[in-house]
């Protein structure tokens, strides 16, 4: 795969001598600062092996709108798979068709990320996926409700047992959870170029990206954003040197602080995750911002203290939209069929 798409002069051996010192100057620079490659195969979650039966339940699970009250709002309707795994929205619009407070982030490669949410308050995507469920402002449904109307459908009966061999009441909100975590380890997108340029493929980022990524680790971006999904693994005040307008930090979310009751987390939030950025706008957790560039010249005053000038930020953003991976191919499920003992919709 990776021989396939190494440059012509690579191949022949033709790369001039300064150019791949400099690439493997820039290689050793990027690992040095924690950036990594999103790896191959299924990652593995804490307390719930990941089987074929778990994810193929999970993506029914995933695409279900009977999981709302309404029965037309599913997970995919604010994480669409199609489209980057978010919704394209400022902030996501659910049950009723009430706006909720923050913008939708994407599910893709969320496995990654060292806890769930704007202000990491799920530990992980089992306890994320019980959220929106019950949340007012998305799905408004009952745990209840939902196991009454996962027992109605016996194809999900019969799932849940297989997904949960040995289990006496394997239907349940908890194993409804796992089911979703599992699918979502399937919904990660490695070989980006910048992957396969880390992994040693000097063609496979342009020299505009690889100036780019030059200019994102000389900045001090990857102080935040590293790790696999160039973020997800901290928390930091959004504003640390200067706060953003109230457009952007809107005053009534205090972000970590409503899940620490700690003065020092006012307007703590987990370092976002940079994987796909070019394709899942708005920006931020209010959604403000639909341009990249601008969103990265924010970062640089609002958490460098440092005005980029243009051209840098066109530079960064550049180089952002090397992170954009091979998207997961994703069949949509044919659900299992309503009886009459299903609930009816509540809208
Ligand atoms: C009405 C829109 C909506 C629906 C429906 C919805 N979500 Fe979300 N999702 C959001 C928003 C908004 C956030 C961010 C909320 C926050 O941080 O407080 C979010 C956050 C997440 C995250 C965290 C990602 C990250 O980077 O932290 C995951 C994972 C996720 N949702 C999965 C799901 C699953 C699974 C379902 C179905 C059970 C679901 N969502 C249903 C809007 C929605
Ligand atoms: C001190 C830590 C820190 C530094 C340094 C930093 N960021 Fe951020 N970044 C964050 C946090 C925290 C957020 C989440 C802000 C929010 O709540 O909306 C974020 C959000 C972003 C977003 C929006 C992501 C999204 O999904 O909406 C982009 C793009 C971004 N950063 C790029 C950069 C770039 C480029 C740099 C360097 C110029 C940088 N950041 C420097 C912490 C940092």
Known sequence: MRMRTLSLTAALGLTALPAVADDTQLRELAKSAGLEPVPYGLAAVQDNPVTREKIDLGKMLFFDPRLSASGVISCNTCHNVGTGGDDNLPTSVGHGWQKGPRNSPTVLNAVFNKAQFWDGRAEDLKAQAKGPIQAGVEMANEPENVVVTLNSMPEYIERFGRAFPGEED???????????????????????????????NDGAMTDEQKAGLATFLDKGCASCHSGINFGGQGYFPFGLIEKPGAEILPPEDKGRYQVTKTASDEYVFRAAPLRNIAIT?????????????????????????????????TSIAIFLGALTGEQPIVEYPILPVETDSTPKPRL
Do not use: C, R
């Not at 349940?172 to 919904?187: G, H, P, Q, Y």
């Not at 911002?289 to 640089?300: F, H, K, R, T, Y």
């Open 170 to 200: 394997p239907v349940t909100f908890d194993n409804m959870a796992k089911a979703i975590e599992a699918f979502e380890v399937t919904l990660v997108t490695p070989n980006a170029p910048f992957d396969q340029w880390l992994e040693g």
């Open 281 to 313: 706008a708005p920006y931020f957790h209010s959604g403000k911002i639909w341009d990249l560039e601008q969103a990265v010249a924010v970062m640089g005053t609002a958490q460098l203290g440092a005005k980029l000038s243009d051209e840098e930020t």
